[in-house]
C-alpha cells in the first residue's frame, strides 16, 4: 500500500535468529496477545456490538500464517522466512464494524467508495551476528473523502490503543522466539 492514510510501526530487536522469529511471528494467535489495557480495549470497541445484538461469535483462533480467512481479514503474501502481509477491508470507523470479503487477488485494486483497507506486516532482518530485526507495520487506506474524514476521527481516537497493541504483539513474539531459540540451544 504505497499511499495511506495512517501508518504506525513497531520494531524490536530479537535476541533470536531470524528464521526462528519469523516462525514465531507467522504461527503466533494473534487472540493470545494480552494486556490489561489490551483487554479493556477490545472490551470497549466490542461494547456497541453487544449492545445491538450483532457480536460475533468469538474466533477460536486467529493465526497469521494459517490463511486468517476470519472476519474479513486475510494473508496477502510471503515471503519465506523475511515478511508476511495480511489485511482486512472494511468500516472500521462505525460503533460496529462492517467487513467486506474480498480476496487477496482483488486487495490492491479494491477502490469502492464507503470502505477502509488496513495492510499490515510482520518482517524479519538479521541485526547483529545472533539477533533478529522484527516489524509489525500497520498502513490504512481509504477509497473515498467522507470515508477518509470519518476514519481520521476514529484514529485519532485509537492510535494510542492500536500503538499499545502493536508493541504487545511484537513483545509476544519476541518471547515466543527466545523461548524457541533457548530450547534449540
Request: aromatic share 10%; proline share 7%; with cysteine.
Amino acid at each position: 500500500m504505497p499511499t495511506f492514510d495512517a501508518m504506525i510501526a513497531q520494531h524490536v530487536v530479537v535476541a533470536a535468529d531470524p528464521s526462528t522469529t519469523f516462525r514465531a511471528a507467522r504461527s503466533l494467535d494473534l487472540l493470545t496477545v494480552r494486556t490489561p489495557l489490551l483487554t479493556a480495549s477490545m472490551w470497549i470497541r466490542g461494547l456497541p456490538a453487544r449492545m445491538s445484538g450483532k457480536a460475533a461469535p468469538p474466533l477460536p483462533r486467529l493465526v497469521v500464517g494459517e490463511g486468517l480467512r476470519l472476519q474479513g481479514w486475510l494473508e496477502l503474501g510471503i515471503l519465506p522466512d523475511r515478511e508476511i502481509a495480511f489485511g482486512a477491508v472494511g468500516k472500521f470507523w462505525l460503533p460496529v464494524i462492517e467487513w467486506r470479503e474480498v480476496m487477496p487477488e482483488d486487495f490492491s485494486a479494491f477502490a469502492e467508495p464507503g470502505w477502509g483497507k488496513i495492510a499490515a506486516n510482520f518482517s524479519v532482518m538479521r541485526y547483529g551476528e545472533h539477533s533478529t530485526l522484527l516489524s509489525y507495520q500497520c498502513r490504512t487506506v481509504t477509497t473515498d473523502p467522507e470515508s477518509r474524514r470519518q476514519f481520521l476521527h476514529y484514529w485519532w481516537l485509537i492510535r494510542p490503543f492500536v500503538t499499545h497493541i502493536m508493541r504487545a504483539t511484537v513483545n509476544k513474539i519476541k518471547g515466543n522466539a527466545e523461548s524457541a531459540a533457548r530450547q534449540q540451544g
